[in-house]
């Protein structure tokens, strides 16, 4: 049975740092893709990071704007969201993701997220 745990989110005031970590309890991870998305009350979920199985590519969503970075730890089948100066509207539940086709790429999950989820962790920015 897959598995993605997230962790590290909280209450931060606006300009803080917070660091998520979700790891993955999956075979292939070190040969996948992987993101994280978010999902404010009453909104849709967007975007936010991707990664691809190496590292090399990276992606982020527009709003991000150089505040946050994806990273990944192969070895300990994990990846991270490092997220500087958060504001307020960052305020959010951030999930995981990761395809099951290893075909995916970092870049196909900015437009279509994988099948597996994260059961996400709040992460709330007061003003």
């Known amino acids: 049975q897959v598995q993605l745990v997230e962790s590290g989110g909280g209450l931060v005031q606006a300009g803080g740092s917070l660091r998520l970590s979700c790891e993955a309890s999956?075979?292939?991870?070190?040969?996948?893709?992987a993101a994280w998305f978010r999902q404010a009350p009453g909104k849709e979920r967007e975007f936010v990071a991707s990664i691809s199985w190496t590292s090399a590519d990276r992606y982020y969503g527009d709003f991000v704007k150089g505040r946050f970075t994806i990273s990944r730890d192969n070895g300990l089948d994990t990846v991270y969201l490092q997220m500087n100066s958060l504001k307020p509207e960052d305020t959010a539940v951030y999930y995981c993701?990761?395809?099951?086709?290893?075909?995916?790429?970092?870049?196909?999950?900015?437009?279509?997220?994988?099948?597996?989820w994260g059961q996400g962790t709040q992460v709330t920015v007061s003003s």
């Open positions: 993701n990761v395809p099951k086709n290893l075909l995916a790429t970092a870049r196909s999950l900015m437009v279509r997220s994988g099948e597996y």
């Open positions: 999956l075979r292939t991870f070190s040969s996948l893709p």
